[in-house]
């Protein structure tokens, strides 16, 4: 079954001219590292190309229209909107993370890739149409991507989004009003992201009484002590080496380069429908809606509960999404029955000393599982229906550290299935692997390894809130797309032979190793990263089965691409690569910490953690 040509209207917008983040401080900004501490630079002469591996985003082709940086709603109908964003930097700076308002509510999150000395450029495509019932009216846009500019750090980010809107058939239903879970700062032009534990990440709302489908997103990144929260050990072991390797450390730096991590340009949303809740939230009464993020108290003899603080800090946000019912009409139904018993908690540890009495090696192991039902019967103009949501979620960490606290490997996966009685499905699994080893010598030569895989299975049926990367592909007019890893689109026209599509099945798998070395006659990096991408899509009704729509084989070197295959329904594109890039040339840290190189804040200096001279 092929869906029927109908014409297109086709808008582009010019959202945020050239945004220039420079001298910002900000909360999102935390790491404030030691003065002269160097961040890697690359080699390369021209602009070095950063890209996110995912699913291309079609749009069709068509004539555009450049406006001015106020919105407004442009002057055609739509019920789509992709959004370009595209950066530029060079100098040295870290990595940071941008949030994107319409008003009070976020709707993109990113990460930045880390400059080089000669420039970088990376674009990214998002598929913006979930959020169709902000851009139908006047909006304040607020892009918040904190930035410390100094005479160490020197690179400014220089952004460009640009949306593009227009019509296309059989358009998904989107929400009818959608809420912010935030701190709802925007009158006073500031971001609105929660900060936890500092603030209560709570909203309160009377809702609209006709409600007849709502659903939850949440937001949620850890910075500060909880950026690499997984790598993270039990409480009661984070002394464990305070006398020889200090804290434990992040992942080593040159894994990134030009291939960033799984998501690091689009931090994916989680969603919870919250339908099964109507008969309470829809009684014309005020209710709260509070994200909190949990972690686990242990008491050092191998038992945990849930923490009701963390670690500072997390960057929250969260969204409701509303489906209207007849104007007039008031939802109503029984009371929700809800079936949440406590979660399952497993942890072990234990340490090793060696022949001086000093700890060798530390093991943990952790585990927690949860099954979460919510049901109700849920009566609207057009009847009654039972409304059900439930969870299914596991997770597992494995901590292994050893040579006096200087290597960590770290073992983790989290799987879950979300089940909603609208007919939305989502299943999903998140496996890591990281090892890092640290060494410095007497001289103060230091070392540091690291090696990574990593992965991302995420399944999708039914009608989720967020696009699932597979409404692009039900439509069969001439469109554009850019290939994932270059700057200029591609005309693309998808068979019309394809079926329509109901569900989404994207895997991929990281896999990279990089090392740095640091002495005094000079510092190196080294780095390769491979990534595995395929994104299938699964057919409405019997057989029930599944075409592969996009895959890519992409491997870097040292900044350099060395592999690049990709195939759209198809066909096959070989991208341009190049030889192998030499050992990438880096400032060293003499005097400065490991923690502080790998953004983590301040810690133990060369010559603190090997007895060497520093300089």
Same mark, same amino acid.
């Given at each position: 079954?092929?869906?029927?040509?109908?014409?297109?209207?086709?808008?582009?917008?010019?959202?945020?001219?050239?945004?220039?983040?420079?001298?910002?401080?900000?909360?999102?900004?935390?790491?404030?590292?030691?003065?002269?501490?160097?961040?890697?630079?690359?080699?390369?002469?021209?602009?070095?190309?950063?890209?996110?591996?995912?699913?291309?985003?079609?749009?069709?082709?068509?004539?555009?229209?450049?406006?001015?940086?106020?919105?407004?709603?442009?002057?055609? &109908?739509?019920?789509? *909107?992709?959004?370009?964003?595209?950066?530029?930097?060079?100098?040295?700076?870290?990595?940071?993370?941008?949030?994107?308002?319409?008003?009070?509510?976020?709707? @993109?999150?990113?990460? %930045?890739?880390?400059?080089?000395?000669?420039?970088?450029?990376?674009?990214?495509?998002?598929?913006?149409?979930?959020?169709?019932?902000?851009?139908?009216?006047?909006?304040?846009?607020?892009?918040?991507?904190?930035?410390?500019?100094?005479?160490?750090? %020197?690179?400014?980010?220089?952004?460009?989004?640009?949306?593009?809107?227009?019509?296309?058939?059989?358009?998904?239903? %989107?929400?009818?009003?959608?809420?912010?879970?935030?701190?709802?700062?925007?009158?006073?032009?500031?971001?609105?992201?929660?900060?936890?534990?500092?603030?209560?990440?709570?909203?309160?709302?009377?809702?609209?009484?006709?409600?007849?489908?709502?659903?939850?997103?949440?937001?949620?990144?850890?910075?500060?002590?909880?950026?690499?929260?997984?790598?993270?050990?039990?409480?009661?072991?984070?002394?464990?080496?305070?006398?020889?390797?200090?804290?434990?450390?992040?992942?080593?730096?040159?894994?990134?380069?030009?291939?960033?991590?799984?998501?690091? #340009?689009?931090?994916?949303?989680?969603?919870?429908?919250?339908?099964?809740?109507?008969?309470?939230?829809?009684?014309?009464?005020?209710?709260?809606?509070?994200?909190?993020?949990?972690?686990?108290?242990?008491?050092?003899?191998?038992?945990?509960?849930?923490?009701?603080? *963390?670690?500072?800090?997390?960057?929250?946000?969260?969204?409701?999404?509303?489906?209207?019912?007849?104007?007039?009409?008031?939802?109503?139904?029984?009371?929700?029955?809800?079936?949440?018993?406590?979660?399952?908690?497993?942890?072990?540890?234990?340490?090793? $000393?060696?022949?001086?009495?000093?700890?060798?090696?530390?093991?943990?192991?952790?585990?927690?599982?949860?099954?979460?039902?919510?049901?109700?019967?849920?009566?609207?103009?057009?009847?009654? $229906?039972?409304?059900?949501?439930?969870?299914?979620?596991?997770?597992?960490?494995?901590?292994?550290?050893?040579?006096?606290?200087?290597?960590?490997?770290?073992?983790?996966?989290?799987?879950?299935?979300?089940? &909603?009685?609208?007919?939305?499905?989502?299943?999903? &699994?998140?496996?890591?692997?990281?090892?890092?080893? #640290?060494?410095?010598?007497?001289?103060?030569?230091? +070392?540091?390894?690291?090696?990574?895989?990593?992965?991302?299975?995420?399944?999708?049926?039914?009608?989720? *809130? @967020?696009?699932?990367?597979?409404?692009?592909?039900?439509?069969? %007019?001439?469109?554009?797309?850019?290939?994932?890893?270059?700057?200029?689109?591609?005309? #693309?026209?998808?068979?019309?032979?394809?079926?329509?599509?109901? +569900?989404?099945?994207?895997?991929?798998?990281?896999?990279?190793?990089?090392?740095?070395?640091?002495?005094?006659?000079?510092?190196?990096?080294?780095?390769?990263?491979?990534?595995?991408?395929? @994104?299938?899509?699964?057919?409405?009704?019997?057989?029930?089965?599944?075409?592969?729509?996009?895959?890519?084989?992409?491997?870097?070197?040292?900044?350099?691409?060395?592999?690049?295959?990709?195939?759209?329904?198809?066909?096959? #594109?070989?991208?341009?690569?190049?030889?192998?890039?030499?050992?990438? &040339?880096?400032?060293?840290?003499?005097?400065?910490?490991?923690?502080?190189?790998?953004?983590?804040?301040?810690? $133990?200096?060369?010559?603190?953690?090997? +007895?060497?001279?520093? +300089?």
């Amino acid at each position: 079954m092929a869906n029927l040509p109908l014409p297109i209207n086709f808008l582009s917008l010019l959202l945020l001219c050239v945004f220039a983040t420079s001298a910002v401080q900000s909360v999102l900004a935390w790491r404030n590292p030691d003065n002269s501490l160097s961040k890697r630079q690359t080699a390369p002469t021209e602009l070095l190309n950063d890209f996110q591996v995912y699913e291309p985003v079609l749009t069709p082709s068509g004539t555009s229209n450049q406006y001015g940086c106020d919105y407004i709603p442009p002057p055609c &109908s739509f019920n789509r *909107v992709t959004m370009n964003f595209t950066v530029t930097s060079r100098g040295r700076q870290f990595d940071r993370l941008g949030l994107m308002y319409l008003g009070d509510i976020e709707v @993109f999150r990113t990460s %930045t890739a880390e400059p080089s000395a000669n420039g970088i450029i990376w674009t990214y495509t998002k598929e913006m149409q979930q959020y169709d019932a902000l851009w139908k009216t006047n909006q304040k846009i607020i892009f918040d991507l904190g930035n410390l500019v100094d005479n160490t750090y %020197t690179g400014i980010y220089n952004t460009t989004l640009t949306a593009t809107f227009f019509t296309v058939p059989d358009s998904p239903a %989107t929400a009818d009003s959608i809420l912010p879970i935030s701190a709802r700062l925007s009158a006073s032009n500031q971001g609105s992201a929660f900060l936890i534990p500092q603030e209560n990440a709570s909203v309160a709302y009377t809702l609209p009484q006709n409600i007849k489908r709502a659903v939850v997103s949440l937001q949620a990144c850890g910075q500060s002590t909880e950026e690499f929260w997984y790598t993270n050990v039990l409480s009661s072991d984070t002394n464990t080496f305070e006398s020889t390797a200090g804290a434990l450390y992040g992942i080593v730096p040159g894994l990134w380069r030009p291939i960033v991590g799984i998501d690091a #340009f689009d931090l994916r949303e989680h969603e919870i429908d919250v339908t099964p809740w109507l008969p309470l939230l829809c009684d014309g009464t005020s209710h709260t809606f509070e994200i909190r993020v949990a972690g686990l108290n242990d008491n050092g003899a191998g038992q945990a509960t849930i923490a009701e603080s *963390v670690g500072s800090y997390w960057i929250v946000t969260g969204k409701i999404f509303l489906f209207l019912d007849k104007t007039g009409s008031i939802t109503t139904g029984s009371r929700p029955k809800i079936s949440a018993p406590p979660p399952a908690i497993a942890i072990s540890s234990s340490v090793t $000393k060696n022949a001086n009495g000093t700890n060798e090696t530390l093991s943990e192991n952790t585990s927690v599982s949860r099954q979460i039902s919510i049901s109700s019967t849920v009566k609207t103009s057009s009847g009654s $229906k039972l409304a059900v949501w439930t969870q299914q979620i596991s997770y597992s960490n494995t901590n292994d550290v050893s040579g006096q606290g200087f290597v960590q490997s770290t073992n983790q996966k989290t799987t879950g299935t979300d089940v &909603s009685s609208s007919g939305y499905v989502n299943g999903y &699994s998140y496996p890591i692997t990281v090892t890092n080893s #640290f060494s410095v010598n007497a001289a103060g030569d230091v +070392g540091i390894n690291g090696s990574l895989t990593r992965g991302l299975d995420f399944n999708v049926y039914g009608s989720s *809130v @967020f696009p699932s990367g597979i409404q692009t592909f039900n439509i069969t %007019t001439p469109s554009l797309f850019n290939l994932p890893g270059q700057l200029q689109p591609q005309s #693309f026209q998808l068979p019309k032979s394809l079926p329509l599509f109901s +569900g989404a099945l994207l895997s991929t798998t990281q896999v990279a190793s990089a090392e740095y070395y640091s002495a005094r006659n000079g510092s190196y990096s080294f780095g390769t990263t491979s990534q595995d991408f395929s @994104f299938r899509g699964a057919e409405i009704g019997p057989p029930d089965a599944t075409y592969e729509l996009y895959t890519r084989h992409v491997k870097a070197v040292n900044s350099s691409v060395v592999e690049d295959t990709q195939t759209l329904v198809g066909q096959t #594109f070989d991208l341009p690569t190049t030889a192998p890039g030499n050992g990438i &040339s880096m400032p060293g840290f003499n005097g400065f910490s490991v923690q502080s190189l790998l953004g983590k804040g301040p810690g $133990k200096t060369k010559a603190q953690l090997g +007895g060497g001279r520093e +300089g």
